[in-house]
């Protein structure tokens, strides 16, 4: 085991030279503003490759979530359904809007939202009528069981795929399932544009709405006439440039990402713990972060609080809080899974539900089998690993000695 030199990034832009070919066309033709022929290739492109009719090319993901809570027609006080364990970028439109989230409860055969808890949450708030559900780290939800619940309650579905650009589910592409869906290309996703996102939907008056909303809402007239709210949302011609470049290298980065998953997969064979995992039957996610759970019997005593962490190392045991805390010792850089929004302070009073009915982790510490929900058992047992695609298999192998170290 040895320090590295270099930092080992958890996930950085990877770029190949194409990109300042494009930047350099929009600055050379001084299209440098939000109008431009990198847009409308890109956003093109980008139909073709996912398999959707309109994408509205946008400054960030957050914002494309943002047009499709409002295109949804959520608005105050309605109740929203949302994956639990996730970026709050998932949920902060849904509180723009003034609209209430109610998390659901994750699932562990792909970290996602879990159907059940879902099918439970319409019980109980039976007049939702939009879902807002991730897929977790580029591994697809159980779309066929999400999809099956949303109809039967004839409520729509916004599909948060800013981690999952690339995955496929039954041979189709994430961004696709929901009737309004996001990407994004912020800095340390599977492909970027330093930042921007997009819209993507089958439904053309919905785009043409995005678009018009994106750039101040402007009504046709001479002057600048305005009926409703706009925002300055659209993605510059230069970002589009960067990610036009890009686009051509997603599927090498996925291969590069699912190598890495398979090395951690082989170098942890001998430890306590699983991988981040997906049904290799009917999916094919992208493989943006490789992550670990620890098994329940190979933790070691850990406890957080709202900011910091503590942990009793323990032979052969070891815990996210320890493997963290070494790898940033040798200069390598891990993350915790996605704080859960119903452990976060500013949703404390948000509904929060389990596929058990009505729930809430209530402690932070790890207690082994102690009845907390999925989400919280996730957050405490788990951590994304040092993923970037740039990593080299030597790399590679001196991260897991030093994870193997963790558990002696
Ligand atoms: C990155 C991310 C977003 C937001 O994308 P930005 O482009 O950074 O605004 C939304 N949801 C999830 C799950 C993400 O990981």
């Known amino acids: ?9 958890l996930s950085s832009p990877t770029m190949h030279g194409d990109e300042i070919k494009y930047v350099k066309e929009a600055y050379d033709t001084n299209w440098m503003s939000t109008v431009g022929e990198n847009i409308n290739v890109l956003e093109k ?13 946008l400054s960030c993901g957050t914002s494309a979530l943002h047009l499709a809570v409002k295109l949804a027609g959520v608005k105050m006080g309605d109740t929203v359904f ?14 723009y809007e003034k609209a209430t989230p109610v998390f ?18 319409f019980e109980l708030y039976p007049d939702t009528k939009v879902i807002v559900l991730a897929n977790l780290y580029g591994t697809p939800a159980k779309f066929d069981e999400i999809c099956a619940v ?15 650009l690339g995955a496929t589910y039954k041979g189709r592409q994430t961004g696709t399932f929901g009737t309004y869906n996001a990407i994004s ?16 939907t089958d439904d053309l008056d919905a785009a043409n709405k995005a678009r018009k909303w994106s750039t101040q809402s402007r009504e046709n007239a001479p002057w600048y006439q305005h009926e409703e709210v706009g925002y300055n949302y659209r993605m510059s011609n230069v970002i589009a440039g960067i990610v036009r470049g890009q686009l051509p290298y997603l599927e090498e980065h996925i291969a590069q990402k699912k190598a890495i998953y398979e090395r951690y997969k082989e170098g942890f064979k001998d430890l306590p713990v699983t991988m981040n995992p997906y049904d290799k039957e009917i999916m094919e996610p992208n493989f943006w972060l490789s992550c670990m759970l620890i098994n329940e019997d190979a933790m070691c005593k850990q406890v957080r609080s709202d900011n910091e962490a503590c942990y009793i190392s323990e032979p052969g045991k070891s815990c996210p809080t320890e493997i963290l805390e070494v790898l940033a010792k040798y200069n390598a850089e891990g993350r915790p899974i996605w704080k859960p929004m119903h452990m976060q302070p500013m949703y404390r009073m948000n509904p929060f539900v389990t596929k058990d009915g009505n729930g809430r982790g209530r402690t932070n510490a790890y207690i082994a089998g102690k009845g907390i929900d999925v989400g919280a058992d996730i957050f405490a047992r788990g951590l994304c690993l040092p993923s970037d695609n740039k990593m080299t298999t030597e790399e590679q192998d001196n991260i897991i000695e030093i994870i193997k170290s963790c558990f002696n």
Do not use: Q, R
């Open 185 to 200: 290309f912020n800095g340390n996703k599977i492909i970027t544009g330093s930042s921007g996102g997009m819209l993507l």
């Open 45 to 57: 492109n980008i139909c073709e490759k996912v398999g959707c009719k309109y994408a509205v090319a």
């Open 1 to 9: 085991m040895k320090k590295f030199e270099n930092k080992i990034w």
């Open 104 to 121: 659901i409860d994750t699932e562990y055969d792909t970290w996602n939202m879990d159907p059940e808890a879902l099918e439970k949450a």
């Open 150 to 164: 949303a109809d039967k309650h004839g409520a729509i579905i916004i599909e948060d795929a800013a981690e999952s």
């Open 82 to 95: 949302c994956t639990d364990m996730t970026f709050d970028a998932t949920v902060n439109p849904v509180i």
